[in-house]
Nanobody, 122 residues
Framework: QVQLVESGGGLVQPGGSLRLSCTSS????????IGWFRQAPGKEREMVAY????????HYLHSVKGRFTISRDNAKNTVDLQMNSLKPEDTSVYYC???????????????WGQGTQVTVSS
């Protein structure tokens, strides 16, 4: 069973920054599309950002455009999500997932991590 592992979550004040990282010891992430999703209590899981494996194009949830950046570090086998200007409404459990091609549909992804909590609060 392929597993992804997220790290980098935590508590941050509004306006602050966090960098999440996704890795796997079982697959080479550069050959897969990688998506970052989030789910807050009582809400549906939503796509935050994804990066394709073909041309490296990136796509973002409208509300995070200009604040979040998804990127690959192939040497480290990671896909990172840099989150700046964080807002309380960004508070969620953040998950990374891998799939054959990028999509905002969670059902297009095959393997998932356990999630990392991000809390934005003063």
């Amino acid at each position: 069973q392929v597993q992804l592992v997220e790290s980098g979550g935590g508590l941050v004040q509004p306006g602050g920054s966090l960098r999440l990282s996704c890795t796997s010891s079982q697959i080479t992430l550069q050959y897969y599309a990688i998506g970052w999703f989030r789910q807050a209590p009582g809400k549906e899981r939503e796509m935050v950002a994804y990066i394709t494996s073909t041309d490296g194009s990136t796509h973002y949830l409208h509300s995070v455009k200009g604040r979040f950046t998804i990127s690959r570090d192939n040497a480290k086998n990671t896909v990172d999500l840099q989150m700046n200007s964080l807002k309380p409404e960004d508070t969620s459990v953040y998950y990374c997932a891998s799939g054959p091609w990028g999509s905002d549909d969670e059902h297009e992804y095959d393997y998932w991590g356990q999630g990392t909590q991000v809390t934005v609060s003063s």
